[in-house]
């Protein structure tokens, strides 16, 4: 009998118009709408990460709020990188320092998880550090900053993002710590 009802509950669902998919529709978490959301606020941050790649403002700015909040929330001490332009909450001005001091800078995003209105970013940005850099002077060393990041979409548009860096190793990766 249990067979049967399995049976039965498999073909029902494989043969219920609600879903042209039905592999989606036996294993989908939420519903349709929720998972093509879902996978529109995915582009938005792969989006808004190509943007910032490319240096260009004018993609960034589509990808966002006017009054986005951009806030670190991993931030340890007073001299974290939110107090340089490079960990600035202001996107624009983010975005041109990092420019400024790094050269061939690379953004690979390593792992998105979405849900509802919201994306985590695990991502992972590359590049040589020829300009000055958090008030150290040029090193040439080639860096990688690491991070994780909480987006919150609303509209098609990102109005929220909570981040984590990797702080300690940066600072590992350019001299300022020795071991």
Do not use: W
Request: charged share 15%; hydrophobic share 40%.
């Amino acid at each position: 009998m249990k067979t049967f009802i399995l049976l039965f509950s498999i073909v029902y669902a494989m043969a219920s118009p609600l879903y042209s998919d039905p592999v989606g529709a036996i294993f989908s978490l939420g519903s349709k709408e929720a998972a093509e959301q879902a996978l529109s606020n995915d582009k938005i941050v792969q989006n808004f990460y190509h943007a910032f790649e490319t240096n260009n403002l004018t993609d960034l700015m589509t990808t966002i709020t006017e009054n986005c909040k951009v806030s670190n929330i991993s931030e340890m001490h007073h001299a974290a990188l939110t107090q340089y332009e490079i960990g600035s909450p202001n996107l624009k001005v983010r975005m041109s320092a990092l420019h400024r001091s790094l050269s061939n800078i690379s953004i690979k995003i390593e792992q998105l998880v979405m849900g509802d209105n919201k994306v985590v970013a695990q991502v992972s940005l590359t590049g040589i550090q020829n300009g000055s850099f958090i008030g150290i002077a040029p090193t040439n060393r080639y860096i990688t900053i690491r991070s994780v990041s909480f987006f919150r979409i609303e509209n098609g548009k990102i109005v929220q993002i909570e981040e984590m860096i990797g702080e300690y190793n940066l600072m590992r990766q350019l001299g300022y710590f020795v071991f």
